[in-house]
T-cell receptor, first 117, second 112 residues
Framework: DTGVSQDPRHKITKRGQNVTFRCDPI?????LYWYRQTLGQGPEFLTY????????KSRLLSDRFSAERPKGSFSTLEIQRTEQGDSAMYLC???????????????FGDGTRLSIL | GENVEQHPSTLSVQEGDSAVIKCTYS??????FPWYKQELGKGPQLIID?????GEKKDQRIAVTLNKTAKHFSLHITETQPEDSAVYFC???????????FGAGTRLTVKP
């Protein structure tokens, strides 16, 4: 399977703990996106990378959140000092940016569901 | 920023009937409009997309129409089947390819 892979699929943790999620994009894709999805809503953009460079962060991404893509391949999203409001599905997507049309389809993984106790 | 409104929030149809989901967007600079299908426990799956230079696109039982003047686009599913039951999301994105905004979703139920 060469789709977007996310790990873990589920994470339950106590409030105040730190958590880290991993995303492996489709191998030739140079763009990687993180989204958050709460129940009954569409995904909300958090941040994206072009290769290893983090180019944009949403205002939703508080200073407790940090994302990295050190070698331009897999990415990690860390949440420090988790709060109840962080409970959500965290989705990763990837796309291949090319010349000409800049809008290329984003392909999503199955997400990491985070539950804060 | 972009705001995407999606209607209806729930839709129930009989197998074989057609289903239509409508979205409006606010940013006239948006030029890419994908539609995603999300099944329980899964991530969104791209089913069709349309760019601003095209008014209509069709792929088998699925079609999407775009009216740039009115800033609305619609998903049409014909000959619905029970396996079409899922949550469908529309989205709109501008030229920078980093500002995709999603609608709140439509839960489609196809009754056999």
């Amino acid at each position: 399977d060469t789709g977007v892979s996310q790990d873990p699929r589920h994470k339950i943790t106590k409030r105040g703990q730190n958590v880290t999620f991993r995303c492996d994009p489709i191998s030739e894709h140079n763009r990687l996106y993180w989204y958050r999805q709460t129940l009954g809503q569409g995904p909300e953009f958090l941040t994206y990378f072009q290769n290893e460079a983090q180019l944009e962060k949403s205002r939703l991404l508080s200073d407790r959140f940090s994302a990295e893509r050190p070698k331009g391949s897999f990415s990690t999203l860390e949440i420090q000092r988790t709060e109840q409001g962080d409970s959500a599905m965290y989705l990763c997507a990837s796309s291949l940016s090319r010349g000409g049309w800049s809008n290329q389809p984003q392909h999503f993984g199955d997400g990491t569901r985070l539950s804060i106790l | 920023g972009e705001n995407v409104e999606q209607h209806p929030s729930t839709l129930s149809v009989q197998e074989g009937d057609s289903a239509v989901i409508k979205c409006t967007y606010s940013d006239s600079a948006s030029n890419y409009f994908p539609w995603y299908k999300q099944e329980l426990g899964k991530g969104p799956q791209l089913i069709i997309d349309i760019r601003s230079n095209v008014g209509e696109k069709k792929d088998q039982r699925i079609a999407v129409t775009l009216n740039k003047t009115a800033k609305h686009f619609s998903l049409h599913i014909t000959e619905t089947q029970p396996e079409d039951s899922a949550v469908y999301f529309c989205a709109a994105e501008g030229i920078r390819n980093n500002d995709m905004r999603f609608g709140a979703g439509t839960r489609l139920t196809v009754k056999p």
